[in-house]
T-cell receptor
Framework: EAQVTQNPRYLITVTGKKLTVTCSQN?????MSWYRQDPGLGLRQIYY???????DKGDVPEGYKVSRKEKRNFPLILESPSPNQTSLYFC????????????FGSGTRLTVV | QQQVKQSPQSLIVQKGGIPIINCAYE??????FPWYQQFPGKGPALLIA?????SEKKEGRFTISFNKSAKQFSLHIMDSQPGDSATYFC??????FGAGTTVTVRA
C-alpha cells in the first residue's frame, strides 16, 4: 500500500530534550515536506526537500532541523524543544510533477512541557 | 513567503448553498493547482486538482475554476451538505499550502 508513515503518533516530552519524528514513504517520491498545524493558522511549512541531500526552509524553520540522506526518509529533528513547538505535525510527499497530489502521513501530536 | 494566499478564512452556509473559496498564487512556474480537504483529527486529503490548460474541472459536487490571467483558482461546492463541513486548503509551488478555509454547512 502506498503510504507515508510517521512515528510516533503521539509524543509528550520535556523542554530541551532532543527528539526526532520519523517520516518514511514507499512511493519513490522526490518531494517531501514537513508541516505544523496550529488552530487558526492552517498548515505552515517547516522544511521541504526536492530530492536526496536537497533541503530548503519553509515558512517556519526556526527550532527545527531535517536531513534527506535517503529518498524514502525525511526525519524532523527538534534539538532543544520548547513549549511553543507543541503542535500537530504532518509529513507529506509528492512525485516531482505532483500530478497525483501530496500524500500525507497520519500526523504526530507533540506536546512539550 | 507563502506561495499561495487563500480566502476567506471561514464560511458558513445553509445546506444546498454554494461555498466558494479563492486562492491566489505567485509563482507562474507552477502547473498543478489542487484543493485538499481535511476533517478534524485527520491529515489533509487531495480533493480535486486542475492543470492550467483548462479553465474548469468538475468532480461530483466539487468544481475548480481557474483564471490564469488573474493568477487565481477557486473551489465551488455545489449543493453543499453538512458532511462537507471541513477545512479546505489550496496548495502551490514547493508543497506550500494556503492558510485554510473552515467551511460549515448548516442543516
Amino acid at each position: 500500500e502506498a503510504q507515508v508513515t510517521q512515528n510516533p503518533r503521539y509524543l509528550i516530552t520535556v523542554t530541551g530534550k532532543k527528539l526526532t519524528v520519523t517520516c518514511s514513504q514507499n512511493m519513490n517520491h522526490e518531494y517531501m515536506s514537513w508541516y505544523r498545524q496550529d488552530p487558526g493558522l492552517g498548515l505552515r511549512q517547516i522544511y521541504y526537500s526536492m530530492n536526496v541531500e536537497v533541503t530548503d526552509k519553509g515558512d517556519v524553520p526556526e527550532g527545527y532541523k531535517v536531513s534527506r540522506k535517503e529518498k524514502r526518509n525525511f526525519p524532523l529533528i527538534l534539538e532543544s524543544p520548547s513549549p511553543n513547538q507543541t503542535s500537530l505535525y504532518f509529513c507529506a510527499s509528492s512525485s516531482r510533477a505532483g500530478v497525483h497530489g501530496y500524500t500525507f502521513g497520519s500526523g504526530t501530536r507533540l506536546t512539550v512541557v | 513567503q507563502q506561495q499561495v494566499k487563500q480566502s476567506p478564512q471561514s464560511l458558513i452556509v445553509q445546506k444546498g448553498g454554494i461555498p466558494i473559496i479563492n486562492c491566489a498564487y505567485e509563482n507562474t512556474a507552477f502547473d498543478y493547482f489542487p484543493w485538499y480537504q481535511q476533517f478534524p483529527g485527520k491529515g489533509p486529503a487531495l480533493l480535486i486538482a486542475i492543470r492550467p490548460d483548462v479553465s474548469e474541472k468538475k468532480e461530483g459536487r466539487f468544481t475548480i475554476s481557474f483564471n490564469k490571467s488573474a493568477k487565481q483558482f477557486s473551489l465551488h461546492i455545489m449543493d453543499s451538505q453538512p458532511g462537507d463541513s471541513a477545512t479546505y486548503f489550496c496548495a502551490g509551488y514547493k508543497l506550500s499550502f494556503g492558510a485554510g478555509t473552515t467551511v460549515t454547512v448548516r442543516a
